[in-house]
Structure formats: C-alpha cells, structure tokens
C-alpha cells in the first residue's frame, strides 16, 4: 500500500546540502562568537555617543532633506514618464517580437546595477550635485517600473482590447480606451511605491556626492559629529514615515 505522507527524500537531501553549505560558508567569512561579541559591545559604545541628538543645525538639516525629496520626486516622474512608453513595447500581448525583445533588454540593463554604482558613474561623468542623484535614480526607476508595467500590460483580458479595435480605433485610442482602463490602478500603486523607494535611495545616493541629506550624512560621520549623525538619521525615518502615510491616502482616495 502506498503511504499516505511518504517522505520526500529528494527534498530533504536538498535541506541537508543547504545547511552543511551554510556552515561551511559561515566558516570561510570568518564569522564567530568572539567577533560578534566584540562588535556588539563597540556597537552599544557608538549608539552612547549618538545619543541625544543634536538639532541644532536644523538648517542643514533641512536644506538635505529638501534636496532629497526633490531628488525623488523628479527622479520618479522622469521615470514613470519614460518607463510607460518603455512598458507597453515590453509587452508582448501588444508588442512583435522584434520590439519587445530588445526593450525587454534594455530594461533588464538598467535594473542589473545598484543604484549606488550608477550614482557613482554618474558623478563620475557630470560631476558632484542633485543632478547625478536624479539621473541614478531615473535609471533605477526605469528598471523598476517599466518591468512591473510590462508584466501589468501582459495580464490584460485582450478582448476589451479587440474589441476596441473591431469599432475601428487607432494604435492610440486602443491604449487609450482598452489598456490603460484595465491597468491604471496599478500603475498608480507601482509609482506611489516608486516615489516610497526613491526617498529612501535619495537619501543614500547622496553619500557618494550625488546631493541630497546623504551628503550631509557622510559629511557629520568623517567629523565622528555622532550626535549630529543620530539627528539626521531621525529625520530620514520621519520623513519616510510621513511619505508612507500620504502615499496610503492617496492609494485610498483613488480606489
């Protein structure tokens, strides 16, 4: 007779092969007890001079996040306009071969590096300032959003969009009228959590002198101003806090 829970032993020996290479793994990074001690103890040191913060430069303090928040926003309105075009030749259920594949793989191009080394190619080639910011995060941005708008515009039902095109509509009024209806609300969620994504990563890309409250970051850590580093770290988590609710209304205001 056949068992009713029989073991699945190719599963398990796949289990076991994971964990024997984790160990090993875990042996070659050097990681150990004493380490681990030694680091929480400097950790809880450093975090005794962060501590209280100092507000006292809320000037610069404010002037950073202001530039990180227009970083953001510039940076996800670039990139939502370019990645729609971007999305729909991506998507194979309206796009031939052709077309979408090449797209398909400049979008894979953009998305393969971190934002962080194409901020520093960036600076690199047009130099220090918001503008390099803004076109690293565009670029991350167009890896982002066109890949999640493709993969949308491949999930619509293509009889709406059949029968736009049976009244006898043009290439525009068929995206008009049978596309952009079936996948507007969540085109809007992908870019509310773009601009979520892009005020956190505008606040990193400044560390390596791409603008931004990053900049300033980096600055106050070279000087060991800790209390000052805890001040600003306060504000990027209030700021993302307030970000997150007024992205939550307006998903909720549009639904």
Not at 30 to 55: K, N, S
Not at 94 to 122: D, E, K, M, Q
Not at 203 to 214: C, D, F, K, S, Y
């Amino acid at each position: 007779m056949r068992r009713a829970f029989a073991p699945n032993w190719p599963a398990r020996i796949g289990l076991f092969v994971l964990a024997a290479y984790a160990v090993w793994a875990t042996s070659q990074l050097g990681i150990t007890g004493e380490r681990l001690a030694t680091g929480l103890g400097e950790g809880g040191r450093f975090l005794a001079r962060m501590w209280p913060p100092d507000f006292s430069r809320w000037e610069l303090l404010l002037e950073g996040l202001v530039e990180s928040m227009q970083i953001a926003v510039i940076s996800t309105v670039l990139g939502i306009i370019l990645s729609l075009p971007l999305g729909l030749m991506a998507a194979r259920n309206l796009s031939p071969a052709w077309l979408s594949a090449p797209t398909r793989g400049f979008i894979a191009v953009c998305r393969s590096l971190h934002y962080v080394i194409v901020a520093i190619l960036f600076v690199k080639a047009i130099g220090f300032g918001a503008l390099a910011g803004v076109a690293a995060l565009t670029v991350a941005s167009l890896g982002f959003v066109a890949k999640l708008f493709a993969e949308a515009i491949e999930e619509i039902s293509m009889k709406q969009v059949e029968a736009v095109r049976a009244s006898g509509a043009g290439p525009a009024a068929v995206l008009l009228y049978g596309v952009l209806p079936q996948v507007a609300s969540r085109f809007i969620g992908f870019s509310l959590y773009q601009l979520d994504s892009n005020l956190r990563n505008s606040t990193l890309v400044g560390i390596v002198g791409a603008g931004g409250i990053g900049g300033t970051l980096f600055a106050a850590f070279k000087r060991f101003d800790y209390d000052f580093v805890a001040a600003i770290l306060l504000a990027i988590i209030a700021l993302i806090f307030v970000a997150e609710i007024v992205a939550g209304r307006i998903r909720a205001a549009l639904q």
